[in-house]
Protein backbone atom coordinates (compact mmCIF):
# COMPACT_ATOMS: atom_id res chain seq x y z
CA UNK A 1 0.00 0.00 0.00
CA UNK A 2 2.57 2.92 1.23
CA UNK A 3 4.82 2.02 -1.58
CA UNK A 4 1.73 2.70 -4.15
CA UNK A 5 1.28 6.09 -2.18
CA UNK A 6 5.16 7.49 -2.21
CA UNK A 7 5.93 6.28 -5.99
CA UNK A 8 2.89 6.10 -7.87
CA UNK A 9 -0.01 8.63 -5.84
CA UNK A 10 -2.43 6.45 -4.67
CA UNK A 11 -5.38 9.24 -5.37
CA UNK A 12 -8.22 7.65 -2.63
CA UNK A 13 -5.59 8.07 0.01
CA UNK A 14 -4.29 11.80 -1.07
CA UNK A 15 -7.84 12.79 -1.82
CA UNK A 16 -8.61 11.88 2.05
CA UNK A 17 -5.79 14.21 3.34
CA UNK A 18 -6.84 16.82 1.38
CA UNK A 19 -10.42 17.10 2.41
CA UNK A 20 -9.15 16.51 6.00
CA UNK A 21 -6.63 19.81 5.45
CA UNK A 22 -9.88 21.90 4.24
CA UNK A 23 -11.63 21.72 7.76
CA UNK A 24 -10.89 24.09 10.74
CA UNK A 25 -11.50 21.63 13.65
CA UNK A 26 -9.36 19.45 15.53
CA UNK A 27 -5.54 19.06 14.44
CA UNK A 28 -5.58 17.36 11.40
CA UNK A 29 -2.69 14.08 12.75
CA UNK A 30 -5.38 12.65 14.84
CA UNK A 31 -8.72 13.27 12.35
CA UNK A 32 -6.05 11.53 9.97
CA UNK A 33 -5.03 8.90 12.26
CA UNK A 34 -8.85 8.30 13.06
CA UNK A 35 -9.73 7.89 9.43
CA UNK A 36 -6.87 5.67 8.78
CA UNK A 37 -7.02 3.52 11.65
CA UNK A 38 -9.80 1.62 10.11
CA UNK A 39 -8.60 0.94 7.09
CA UNK A 40 -4.65 0.40 7.16
CA UNK A 41 -2.50 -1.42 9.91
CA UNK A 42 -0.80 0.47 12.28
CA UNK A 43 2.77 0.61 10.14
CA UNK A 44 0.58 2.01 7.19
CA UNK A 45 -0.65 4.71 9.24
CA UNK A 46 2.68 5.69 10.57
CA UNK A 47 4.11 5.57 7.02
CA UNK A 48 0.86 7.75 5.64
CA UNK A 49 1.39 10.66 8.12
CA UNK A 50 5.04 10.46 7.29
CA UNK A 51 4.57 11.36 4.04
CA UNK A 52 1.76 13.79 4.70
CA UNK A 53 4.24 15.33 6.92
CA UNK A 54 6.90 15.09 4.50
CA UNK A 55 4.35 16.13 1.17
CA UNK A 56 1.67 18.33 2.44
CA UNK A 57 1.95 19.75 6.50
CA UNK A 58 4.29 22.83 4.88
CA UNK A 59 1.54 23.80 2.07
CA UNK A 60 -1.96 23.18 3.83
CA UNK A 61 -3.70 24.85 7.01
CA UNK A 62 -3.66 22.93 10.12
CA UNK A 63 -5.80 22.97 12.92
CA UNK A 64 -7.30 26.84 13.77
CA UNK A 65 -5.81 28.39 10.57
CA UNK A 66 -2.12 27.40 11.44
CA UNK A 67 0.40 26.67 8.93
CA UNK A 68 3.21 24.38 10.21
CA UNK A 69 7.03 24.74 9.83
CA UNK A 70 8.82 23.36 7.21
CA UNK A 71 11.59 22.03 9.87
CA UNK A 72 9.16 21.01 12.09
CA UNK A 73 7.35 18.99 9.20
CA UNK A 74 10.25 17.26 8.10
CA UNK A 75 10.97 16.53 11.85
CA UNK A 76 7.83 14.92 12.38
CA UNK A 77 7.93 13.17 8.90
CA UNK A 78 10.91 11.35 9.99
CA UNK A 79 9.75 10.55 13.66
CA UNK A 80 6.68 8.53 12.06
CA UNK A 81 8.88 7.05 8.85
CA UNK A 82 10.94 5.72 11.62
CA UNK A 83 8.29 4.00 13.31
CA UNK A 84 7.43 2.41 10.28
CA UNK A 85 10.58 1.71 9.22
CA UNK A 86 10.97 -0.42 12.66
CA UNK A 87 8.18 -2.70 11.39
CA UNK A 88 9.51 -3.06 8.06
CA UNK A 89 12.99 -2.85 8.19
CA UNK A 90 14.05 -3.91 4.85
CA UNK A 91 11.37 -1.33 3.21
CA UNK A 92 13.46 0.41 0.89
CA UNK A 93 10.57 2.84 0.00
CA UNK A 94 10.16 4.09 3.88
CA UNK A 95 13.74 4.76 3.50
CA UNK A 96 13.96 6.90 0.98
CA UNK A 97 11.24 8.97 2.07
CA UNK A 98 13.63 9.40 5.15
CA UNK A 99 16.00 10.16 2.92
CA UNK A 100 13.88 12.66 1.42
CA UNK A 101 13.03 14.37 4.62
CA UNK A 102 17.05 14.59 4.83
CA UNK A 103 17.59 15.92 1.34
CA UNK A 104 15.00 18.66 1.97
CA UNK A 105 16.38 19.54 4.92
CA UNK A 106 19.80 20.33 2.77
CA UNK A 107 21.38 17.36 4.68
CA UNK A 108 22.92 15.60 2.47
CA UNK A 109 25.21 13.04 4.47
CA UNK A 110 22.36 11.39 6.32
CA UNK A 111 20.13 11.31 3.02
CA UNK A 112 23.00 9.68 1.38
CA UNK A 113 23.18 7.38 3.79
CA UNK A 114 19.39 6.30 3.41
CA UNK A 115 19.18 6.06 -0.62
CA UNK A 116 22.49 4.05 -0.32
CA UNK A 117 20.84 1.54 1.86
CA UNK A 118 17.46 1.67 0.17
CA UNK A 119 19.62 0.79 -3.37
CA UNK A 120 21.48 -1.67 -1.23
CA UNK A 121 18.25 -3.51 -0.88
CA UNK A 122 17.18 -2.87 -4.48
CA UNK A 123 19.72 -2.39 -6.78
CA UNK A 124 18.08 -2.63 -9.90
CA UNK A 125 16.00 0.71 -8.86
CA UNK A 126 17.05 3.52 -11.13
CA UNK A 127 15.17 6.09 -8.86
CA UNK A 128 17.32 4.89 -6.13
CA UNK A 129 20.75 5.16 -8.67
CA UNK A 130 19.50 9.18 -9.25
CA UNK A 131 18.97 10.02 -5.49
CA UNK A 132 22.50 8.24 -4.46
CA UNK A 133 24.01 10.26 -7.28
CA UNK A 134 22.26 13.31 -6.83
CA UNK A 135 23.51 12.99 -2.89
CA UNK A 136 27.07 12.08 -3.93
CA UNK A 137 27.12 15.87 -5.98
CA UNK A 138 26.08 17.59 -2.92
CA UNK A 139 28.41 15.93 -0.79
CA UNK A 140 31.16 17.04 -2.92
CA UNK A 141 29.97 19.83 -3.05
CA UNK A 142 30.61 20.51 0.75
CA UNK A 143 33.89 18.48 0.27
CA UNK A 144 32.34 15.73 2.90
CA UNK A 145 35.35 13.16 3.09
CA UNK A 146 32.99 9.67 2.18
CA UNK A 147 33.38 7.06 -0.38
CA UNK A 148 30.99 7.49 -3.21
CA UNK A 149 31.78 4.64 -5.24
CA UNK A 150 28.31 3.09 -5.16
CA UNK A 151 26.95 6.42 -6.49
CA UNK A 152 28.43 5.57 -9.41
CA UNK A 153 25.97 4.01 -11.46
CA UNK A 154 24.62 3.74 -14.52
CA UNK A 155 23.88 0.17 -15.45
CA UNK A 156 20.57 0.36 -14.15
CA UNK A 157 19.18 3.62 -16.26
CA UNK A 158 18.17 1.80 -19.56
CA UNK A 159 16.45 4.76 -21.38
CA UNK A 160 18.49 6.76 -22.74
CA UNK A 161 17.85 10.15 -21.72
CA UNK A 162 18.60 8.70 -18.08
CA UNK A 163 21.45 6.87 -19.11
CA UNK A 164 22.98 10.20 -20.19
CA UNK A 165 22.22 12.39 -17.51
CA UNK A 166 23.05 9.83 -14.83
CA UNK A 167 26.24 10.02 -16.65
CA UNK A 168 26.40 13.89 -16.61
CA UNK A 169 25.49 14.10 -12.81
CA UNK A 170 28.55 11.63 -12.22
CA UNK A 171 30.70 13.64 -14.36
CA UNK A 172 29.87 16.73 -12.28
CA UNK A 173 30.25 14.40 -8.99
CA UNK A 174 33.64 12.63 -10.02
CA UNK A 175 34.65 16.43 -10.87
CA UNK A 176 34.36 18.20 -7.36
CA UNK A 177 35.94 14.93 -5.90
CA UNK A 178 39.38 15.73 -8.47
CA UNK A 179 38.12 11.45 -9.66
CA UNK A 180 39.67 12.91 -12.87
CA UNK A 181 39.77 9.23 -14.52
CA UNK A 182 35.68 8.66 -13.85
CA UNK A 183 35.56 12.25 -15.21
CA UNK A 184 36.77 10.23 -18.33
CA UNK A 185 34.43 7.09 -18.16
CA UNK A 186 31.48 9.47 -17.76
CA UNK A 187 32.45 11.55 -20.69
CA UNK A 188 32.69 8.13 -22.65
CA UNK A 189 29.39 7.51 -21.57
CA UNK A 190 27.65 10.64 -22.65
CA UNK A 191 29.36 10.52 -25.92
CA UNK A 192 27.74 7.66 -26.87
CA UNK A 193 24.49 9.59 -26.33
CA UNK A 194 22.63 11.95 -29.80
CA UNK A 195 21.71 15.19 -27.39
CA UNK A 196 19.71 16.93 -30.27
CA UNK A 197 17.03 13.46 -29.82
CA UNK A 198 16.88 14.29 -26.01
CA UNK A 199 14.53 16.35 -23.91
CA UNK A 200 15.80 19.82 -23.82
CA UNK A 201 18.52 19.26 -26.00
CA UNK A 202 19.93 23.19 -25.35
CA UNK A 203 20.79 22.02 -21.96
CA UNK A 204 21.74 18.28 -23.18
CA UNK A 205 24.36 20.06 -25.04
CA UNK A 206 26.26 22.39 -22.42
CA UNK A 207 26.08 19.44 -20.38
CA UNK A 208 28.28 17.71 -22.84
CA UNK A 209 30.28 20.44 -23.55
CA UNK A 210 30.67 21.06 -19.77
CA UNK A 211 31.57 16.78 -19.30
CA UNK A 212 34.22 17.27 -22.61
CA UNK A 213 36.07 20.14 -20.37
CA UNK A 214 36.18 18.85 -17.32
CA UNK A 215 37.53 15.40 -18.85
CA UNK A 216 40.45 17.35 -20.43
CA UNK A 217 39.29 16.67 -24.25
CA UNK A 218 39.52 19.71 -25.85
CA UNK A 219 39.55 18.59 -29.03
CA UNK A 220 36.10 16.83 -28.87
CA UNK A 221 34.77 19.93 -27.12
CA UNK A 222 35.85 22.18 -30.00
CA UNK A 223 34.27 19.70 -32.70
CA UNK A 224 31.17 18.89 -30.55
CA UNK A 225 30.73 22.65 -29.96
CA UNK A 226 30.77 22.88 -33.60
CA UNK A 227 27.94 20.60 -33.78
CA UNK A 228 26.24 21.71 -30.87
CA UNK A 229 26.46 25.67 -30.74
CA UNK A 230 23.27 26.05 -32.55
CA UNK A 231 21.58 23.86 -30.00
CA UNK A 232 22.83 25.61 -27.00
CA UNK A 233 22.49 29.07 -28.24
CA UNK A 234 19.98 29.96 -25.31
CA UNK A 235 21.97 28.56 -22.36
CA UNK A 236 23.70 30.40 -20.60
CA UNK A 237 26.94 28.68 -18.99
CA UNK A 238 30.77 29.74 -17.79
CA UNK A 239 32.40 27.62 -20.57
CA UNK A 240 29.94 28.38 -23.37
CA UNK A 241 30.14 32.45 -22.67
CA UNK A 242 33.71 32.20 -23.64
CA UNK A 243 33.21 29.95 -26.23
CA UNK A 244 30.61 32.32 -28.30
CA UNK A 245 33.01 35.66 -27.07
CA UNK A 246 36.04 33.78 -28.76
CA UNK A 247 37.91 34.16 -25.86
CA UNK A 248 41.27 31.58 -25.19
CA UNK A 249 39.86 29.98 -22.10
CA UNK A 250 41.64 29.76 -18.74
CA UNK A 251 43.58 27.06 -17.49
CA UNK A 252 40.69 23.89 -16.54
CA UNK A 253 42.05 24.80 -12.60
CA UNK A 254 40.21 27.96 -13.08
CA UNK A 255 36.79 27.66 -15.01
CA UNK A 256 36.39 23.88 -13.53
CA UNK A 257 34.62 25.35 -10.23
CA UNK A 258 32.67 28.18 -11.98
CA UNK A 259 31.76 25.45 -14.37
CA UNK A 260 30.65 22.76 -11.45
CA UNK A 261 29.08 25.92 -9.72
CA UNK A 262 26.85 26.89 -12.03
CA UNK A 263 25.18 23.70 -12.34
CA UNK A 264 22.33 22.13 -10.20
CA UNK A 265 20.92 18.42 -10.00
CA UNK A 266 17.67 19.54 -9.67
CA UNK A 267 17.18 21.64 -13.11
CA UNK A 268 17.38 17.64 -14.74
CA UNK A 269 14.63 16.66 -12.61
CA UNK A 270 11.81 17.09 -15.06
CA UNK A 271 13.64 15.28 -17.37
CA UNK A 272 13.85 12.15 -15.16
CA UNK A 273 9.98 10.70 -14.25
CA UNK A 274 10.32 7.55 -12.74
Excluded at 6 to 22: F, K, T
Excluded at 77 to 92: E, F, G, Q, V
Excluded at 149 to 166: H, I, L, P, S
Excluded at 264 to 269: A, E, F
Amino acid sequence: MHTCLYSEQNEEVIDLIRRLMRTNQPPLTQRLIYALKGLYPSEIVEYLLGVYYLEFAKAYVLGGGRYIETKVSFRRARRHLKRALCANPRDAEILTAIGESYDRERRPLPAFDCFEKALALDPDNARFVWNLMEQSYLLARDETVLSLDAAFRWETCADRARYFWCGVLCAYSAARLGETEKVRQMADRVLESETSELPQPDLAAACLLDVLFLAGRFDELKQQHERHAQDAACVSSPLLIRMREKKECPPPEKLAPEIIAAFTPRRLLPHLAW
